[in-house]
């Protein structure tokens, strides 16, 4: 089975930096994805980390640890338009062909003046 | 830049009535997907096709739910007989091939059973 945790909502200010964490425990694992959605929008995607450590990418950083289950996307420099839902999501593992995505329920940043 | 085409965007229909949901896959993508998000609640996987069969499948694709590629491009979700908690965003999906590859999706078709 796939469980998939993270916080439901999220406040920031303008210009901070904000950290979402995600833990997860699941049957299989080939990877871990980040995906930002605004209210009625696909998801698009953001990061992917298969490996431990930190991948950068310009304002957000993504974080892995397998043998802790747990990952993180920091947000810097926080604009007003990165208020959007954030998906954490586990990729099943190659033997299982197509490499399904499996989501957890998203936080939900709020960035304020 | 290619992108994942969904229609339609919107469609409201009576409970029991049959649904199809259209996707136009990235080109030269190889795995295709359908995903939900109901009101509120998390993404949640329905289907995987690859190579013109279904892959996997999760408990909520019942008898109910089918899907077809009709020809070279175009990806169905029919659902036979609708319920009122079919009521959600219907999202396409797709790939390219090999396993580390990013899943894109579309814009969606929120599909309102009433």
């Known amino acids: 089975g796939q469980n998939i945790d993270q916080p439901t909502e999220m406040t920031a200010t303008e210009g901070a930096i904000v950290q979402i964490n995600c833990t997860y425990q699941?049957?299989?694992?080939?990877?871990l994805f980040w995906y930002q959605q605004h209210a009625g929008e696909a998801p698009t995607f953001l990061s992917y980390?298969?490996?431990?450590g930190l991948e950068e990418k310009g304002r957000f950083s993504s974080f892995l640890s397998r043998s802790k289950g747990y990952s993180y996307l920091l947000l810097k420099e926080l604009q007003m338009k990165d208020s959007a839902s954030y998906l954490c999501a586990v990729r099943d593992p190659p033997e299982k062909g197509a490499n399904n995505l499996f989501f957890g329920t998203g936080t939900r940043l709020t960035v304020i003046p | 830049e290619p992108e994942v085409t969904q229609t339609p965007s919107h469609q409201v229909t009576q409970m029991g009535q049959e649904v199809i949901l259209r996707c136009v896959p990235i080109s030269n993508h190889l795995y295709f997907y359908w995903y939900r998000q109901i009101l509120g609640q998390k993404v949640e996987f329905l289907v995987s096709?690859?190579?013109?069969?279904?892959?996997?499948k999760s408990e909520i694709f019942d008898d109910q739910f089918s899907v077809e590629r009709p020809d070279g491009s175009n990806f169905t979700l029919k659902i036979r007989s609708t319920k009122l908690e079919d009521s959600a965003m219907y999202f396409c999906a797709s790939r390219a091939g090999g396993s580390g590859n990013t899943i894109y999706f579309g814009e969606g078709s929120w599909l309102t059973v009433v």
């Open positions: 699941t049957s299989g694992f080939n990877g």
């Open positions: 096709f690859y190579n013109n069969e279904i892959s996997e």
């Open positions: 980390n298969v490996l431990d």
